[in-house]
């Protein structure tokens, strides 16, 4: 019997979550190039083409795998809702609630690392990172310097990423959340309105 076109047993997750648990234990094993769309669908016990059916290819499925939950329906949809003078302590806050979490963040962080070492899956980060979360942010500033600001921003949570969670800079990898949120999160708030320090972008 052929797994990948039959019909899962009854109370077995959906394709579309099975695709994406699959995806993620491939990418982490084998690495982004090595994994291929019909394994992952024979990991899945689906067909192929429901791969191609819910995220359009093997670009987008690793896509939603590393940043799915750091898109503009997570991180930015309540970081651009409030008040301007606290936009970056709120942009900083859900992305160390996010990587903190013990049921996300070591596969984001396992994710990343791996991304980082292979151009298509580099790609694919960058791309992301230009679509859902610097388009927003430069939108969200409307004016000329929106662009440097975004920019800005975008380079704090990066290295905030980076330090706490990719190299595990000391002290900053066991600092308490709040106290990471605090000095982040006062840092992207310059990088927003670098007017708090007198300056321009």
């Not at 039959?6 to 579309?16: E, I, L, Q, S």
């Not at 083409?49 to 503009?72: D, I, M, N, R």
């Not at 936009?87 to 690392?113: E, K, T």
Request: hydrophobic share 40%; charged share 20%.
């Amino acid at each position: 019997m052929n797994s990948r076109r039959g019909r899962p047993t009854k109370g077995t997750p959906p394709a579309r979550d099975r695709i994406l648990r699959a995806a993620e234990e491939l990418f982490l094993a084998s690495g982004y190039e090595a994994t291929t769309v019909r394994r992952i669908a024979q990991e899945a016990h689906c067909d192929p083409a429901l791969v191609a059916y819910h995220f359009g290819s093997k670009h987008g499925l690793f896509e939603q795998v590393t940043t799915g939950g750091l898109g503009p329906a997570g991180l930015l949809s309540t970081a651009l809702a409030g008040p301007p003078e606290q936009l970056g302590f709120r942009i900083v806050a859900r992305v160390v609630h996010a990587w903190d979490d013990p049921s996300s963040g070591p596969h984001l962080r396992g994710l990343m690392r791996m991304a980082l070492m292979e151009e298509d899956a580099t790609s694919v980060v960058h791309e992301y990172l230009g679509r859902e979360l610097l388009g927003p942010l430069v939108e969200y500033f409307d004016g000329r310097d929106g662009r440097s600001r975004a920019t800005a921003v975008l380079a704090v949570v990066a290295g905030l990423i980076a330090g706490r969670y990719l190299l595990r800079l000391e002290p900053l990898a066991s600092a308490p959340q709040q106290a990471v949120i605090g000095s982040y999160g006062r840092i992207a708030q310059v990088a927003a309105h670098p007017e708090l320090l007198g300056g321009r972008t």
